[in-house]
């Protein structure tokens, strides 16, 4: 028989990961995650991105029509800038993922029970790209149309003074623009000649 292989993050072998009832932990460089990165904004100080903060834990659960079966309970944090959909500038979104996944033989078998039960089920495998599923449920938990609950910039001050003065002054006190414009002197400043 082999001897055990260390645990690998990187290459996990999620059998005996879960048999063992493993913990592993760390931190992941945003750098080595380009596709979070190419989903989210730089930070608009200019600092770098912030680290990613994971931790798997193994187990071996029942899962509904399968018996009993490796499973990892994943959490993943990090900070992220996003777009408001609102105002469109820029939004610091704590963002948080925390999934208990099964693992059991065959991809066919995966797919037909990840439809059937509301467990996130993959294929077992002997060498799971621990980082790499990190990252899939950081995009999973991305905001769809983020959102500040206040938006920093309201409407520009003027415009909405504007707005409530004409409400207040009623239909038939509005001040004529037009009036005002015409005894005004020419906007158009001209050189001498
Ligand atoms: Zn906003």
Request: proline share 11%; net charge negative; hydrophobic share 45%.
């Amino acid at each position: 028989m082999a001897a055990p292989r260390p645990l690998d993050p990187r290459r996990l072998d999620v059998a005996a990961f879960a048999a063992l009832g493993g913990e592993l932990s760390g931190e992941i460089a945003a750098a080595a995650m380009p596709r979070l990165a190419s989903a989210t904004l730089p930070p608009e100080d200019g600092s770098p991105r912030p680290d990613v903060k994971w931790r798997g834990t193994g187990e071996r659960l029942p899962l509904v029509g399968a018996g009993v079966q490796p499973s990892l309970l994943l959490f993943a944090a990090t900070d992220v800038t996003l777009e408001c959909q609102r105002c469109l500038g820029p939004m610091h979104v704590a963002l948080r993922a925390e999934r208990r996944i099964f693992f059991v033989d065959g991809e066919d078998a995966a797919a037909a029970l990840d439809a059937e039960t509301e467990d996130d089920v993959l294929a077992l495998t002997p060498a799971l790209d621990l980082p790499a599923l990190v990252e899939d449920e950081l995009l999973l938990a991305l905001p769809l149309v983020p959102r500040h609950d206040v938006c920093p910039e309201p409407l520009p001050r003027a415009f909405r003074d504007d707005k409530e003065q004409l409400a207040k002054l009623g239909p038939f006190k509005r001040p004529s623009r037009r009036v005002k414009k015409a005894e005004e002197p020419a906007a158009e400043v001209k050189q001498p000649a």
